[in-house]
Every structure is written in C-alpha cells, then in structure tokens.
C-alpha cells in the first residue's frame, strides 16, 4: 500500500491559495510543522490528519492518497511477473510477503524461486541460490497446480541445474540435466557445462545434436518470419531475415561438398526472388532463382543428410536431417515457387528450366 499525504497537504493547500504559514495558522501549529509534513520528513498526529481533511473537505483516505494494493492470487502472481521483468529487486520482499499468505500456491512459489535466480546470478548470492533452489522443490510438489504449458518439471529442473552451476555443483546439475533433458533439449547447455567443467570430447556430441535441432528451428523460424512478412507486405523486411539467414546457413558449410544446407537455402532463395520481385527487381530474382537452382541441381547430384557434413558438427554417420521440403532440393524449389511466385516469377523459372534443357 502506498500514501501521498505529504504531496496532498502540498496540493490541497496551493489549490486554497494557502502560504504555510496561513495553514499553521488554522491549524494551530508552528510553520516548521508544516514544512515537514510537505517535505516528508515528519507526519501529523491524527486527529490533525482528520482536521486537514476536514479543512480542505475532503476524506481522510483521500487526504491520504491511500490506494490498497489487489492481494488477490492473480494479481499477486502478476506483480511478481512485473518485479521481475523490471529486474526490481523490491520484488524479493514483494515474493516473501506473497509466500505468507499463499504458501501452498504454485504460481507464487515458482515465481519466487525466479526471482531467487535473477536476483543471485549477477553476484552469486549463494544464500539466495539456496533458497531458490528449495523453492523450485516446492514448485515441483506443487506441480499438479500449474496452468502454464511452457512450464514443466523438465523446465523447472533445468533452472535449479543452473543454479547449482553457480554454486559450484556442476556435476549435480548435470546429472539434472541429463535425467531431463527428452527430445535434447538441454543438449547445448550440458554441452556448455562440460566444457566449464574441461571435457570438450564428452560435450562435443551434446553441442553437435544442438546444432543440429537448431539448424531445423531456424529453418522453420525464418519461414514463419517470411510468410508473415509477405501476409504484412513488409517485403523489406522479408528480404533482410532471408539474407541473414542464407548466411547463416552457408556459414555452416564443411567444405565445397553438397550438404544439407544447400537444400534449405535453395527455398530461401526462391522466397528471396519472391521479395525481389515486389520491388520489381526482375533481374535480382532472377539472379535469386538461379542460385536456387543451381544449389537444388548441384545436391541432389550428391545428396548428403548427414549432420557430420557440417561445420562444427562432430562426425556421426548415425545421425542425419529430416525435412519436408520435398524428396529432392529441385522438388523442394519448384514448389516453393508454385506457392510464392507471381506469374513473372514462373516466367523467369520456366526459361530457366528451357535454358537447362
């Protein structure tokens, strides 16, 4: 709860064309009095309080400026979202009180234990990493309560691992992680964390299997970008995610072999042509198209899936990419400018495929 009785005395008196002074005065007090009221540095006792209010008619709650905070569960969860998203650290205080009335809430406890993270990562506060840590085994207990479907006990284990990573507990988080880590999704920070702990063989496989599922979202991820921009018409837009991500990309290129990226980019350039052509850049698709054909023709001579065929990607002939582009790159590019393109666009790949012939 908050009041503003010292800027209230201030306003209500100015409204009346009051000096300090004058309002000692009528209240029968010294002008030193009132001064410190207005400057926040001592209060009136009460029965001054309901005279002010009675002078300046108006309520004592008014005069006040009293505003009583919604301690309703939700709201409560709502403000300890804000604390943190402020990286306010009044917020820890705001989490303590929100634990006293509902102990047994999941929503306050797991953003508690939050808060305990955020607020000990920058200085390590090894008292406030211990409590998070008993908090998100609470939050755990409590599990059944929760409504979020992007928080689960795999996501909660995956905060205590990094809380015991700065207690200095590496292999008890990595054992955490590992138990929980379905689908590989704490491949890149068990990858990470052998390689603070100096093991670059043992995590070499984690950070592989990383790069690889990242590989995949990002491919999905500038797609969905892409149809957006176009649904927006902010081609320019459009142009810019699909050139960041052709680099990308072909940054992860092994060698001057044919490797799975030369698939993904063969889309790329076609959506690339696509943006090129709404500026009316007709020769800028077509250079665009004849990339992406040329890409298509040169992997499908010698397909290769294998993740092992990539930069940085440790060898593993076991493991390879998955797509849905098409059962071939060219396959994959015809498509893709059957859905996109315009009938310039069909005109320019239509000489292309005569001039090919």
Same mark, same amino acid.
């Given at each position: 709860?908050?009041?503003?009785?010292?800027?209230?005395?201030?306003?209500?008196?100015?409204?009346?064309?009051?000096?300090?002074?004058?309002?000692?005065?009528?209240?029968?007090?010294?002008? #030193?009095?009132?001064?410190?009221?207005?400057?926040?540095?001592?209060?009136?006792?009460?029965?001054?309080?309901?005279?002010?209010?009675?002078?300046?008619?108006?309520?004592?709650?008014?005069?006040?400026?009293?505003?009583?905070?919604?301690?309703?569960?939700?709201?409560?969860?709502?403000?300890?979202?804000?604390?943190?998203?402020?990286?306010?650290?009044?917020?820890?205080?705001?989490?303590?009180?929100?634990?006293?009335?509902?102990?047994?809430?999941?929503?306050?406890?797991?953003?508690?234990?939050?808060?305990?993270?955020?607020?000990?990562?920058?200085?390590?506060?090894r008292a406030l990493l211990r409590r998070g840590l008993e908090?998100?085994?609470?939050?755990?207990?409590?599990?059944?309560?929760?409504?979020?479907?992007? /928080?689960?006990?795999?996501?909660?284990? !995956?905060?205590?691992?990094?809380?015991?990573?700065?207690?200095?507990?590496?292999?008890?988080?990595?054992?955490?992680?590992?138990?929980?880590?379905?689908?590989?999704?704490?491949?890149?920070?068990?990858?990470?964390?052998?390689?603070?702990?100096?093991?670059?063989?043992?995590?070499?496989p984690f950070l592989s299997d990383a790069l690889m599922k990242?590989?995949?979202?990002?491919?999905?991820?500038?797609?969905?970008?892409?149809?957006?921009?176009?649904?927006?018409?902010?081609?320019?837009?459009?142009?810019? /995610?699909?050139?960041? !991500?052709?680099?990308?990309?072909?940054?992860?290129?092994?060698?001057?072999?044919?490797?799975?990226?030369?698939?993904?980019?063969?889309?790329?350039?076609?959506?690339?042509?696509?943006?090129?052509?709404?500026?009316?850049?007709?020769?800028?698709?077509?250079?665009?198209?004849?990339?992406?054909?040329?890409?298509?023709?040169?992997?499908?001579?010698?397909?290769?899936?294998?993740?092992?065929?990539?930069?940085?990607?440790?060898?593993?002939?076991?493991?390879?990419?998955?797509?849905? /582009?098409?059962?071939?790159?060219?396959?994959?590019?015809?498509?893709?400018?059957?859905?996109?393109? #315009?009938?310039?666009?069909?005109?320019?790949?239509?000489?292309?495929?005569?001039?090919?012939?």
């Amino acid at each position: 709860m908050t009041n503003r009785l010292a800027e209230n005395i201030r306003v209500f008196r100015k409204e009346r064309g009051l000096t300090q002074e004058q309002l000692a005065e009528v209240l029968g007090v010294t002008v #030193g009095a009132v001064y410190k009221w207005e400057a926040k540095l001592s209060l009136p006792e009460l029965s001054l309080i309901m005279e002010l209010a009675d002078f300046f008619d108006t309520s004592v709650d008014v005069l006040l400026g009293y505003e009583m905070k919604d301690n309703r569960l939700r709201a409560t969860v709502e403000r300890l979202k804000d604390y943190a998203y402020r990286k306010d650290r009044a917020g820890l205080a705001e989490a303590e009180k929100a634990l006293k009335k509902y102990p047994n809430a999941f929503d306050v406890v797991y953003h508690a234990a939050r808060m305990d993270l955020l607020f000990s990562v920058e200085n390590r506060d090894r008292a406030l990493l211990r409590r998070g840590l008993e908090r998100y085994e609470a939050a755990r207990r409590l599990l059944s309560q929760n409504t979020d479907p992007r /928080i689960s006990e795999s996501t909660i284990c !995956g905060e205590m691992a990094k809380m015991r990573m700065l207690l200095g507990e590496t292999e008890e988080a990595l054992a955490l992680l590992k138990r929980h880590n379905a689908g590989g999704v704490y491949d890149d920070l068990i990858g990470w964390m052998l390689t603070a702990c100096k093991r670059p063989d043992e995590a070499l496989p984690f950070l592989s299997d990383a790069l690889m599922k990242s590989t995949v979202m990002l491919m999905r991820t500038i797609m969905g970008y892409t149809n957006a921009y176009f649904l927006q018409k902010e081609y320019d837009s459009a142009k810019a /995610i699909l050139n960041w !991500g052709i680099g990308v990309f072909d940054g992860l290129r092994g060698g001057n072999t044919p490797c799975f990226v030369d698939k993904l980019n063969g889309v790329l350039l076609v959506c690339l042509a696509c943006a090129r052509m709404k500026f009316g850049d007709r020769e800028g698709a077509a250079e665009a198209l004849r990339c992406a054909r040329a890409l298509a023709a040169r992997f499908d001579a010698e397909p290769d899936y294998r993740i092992g065929a990539l930069r940085f990607i440790v060898n593993d002939r076991q493991k390879g990419f998955y797509d849905d /582009i098409g059962a071939t790159a060219m396959e994959g590019v015809r498509e893709t400018v059957a859905s996109l393109g #315009g009938e310039e666009l069909h005109e320019i790949w239509q000489e292309l495929d005569k001039n090919a012939e």
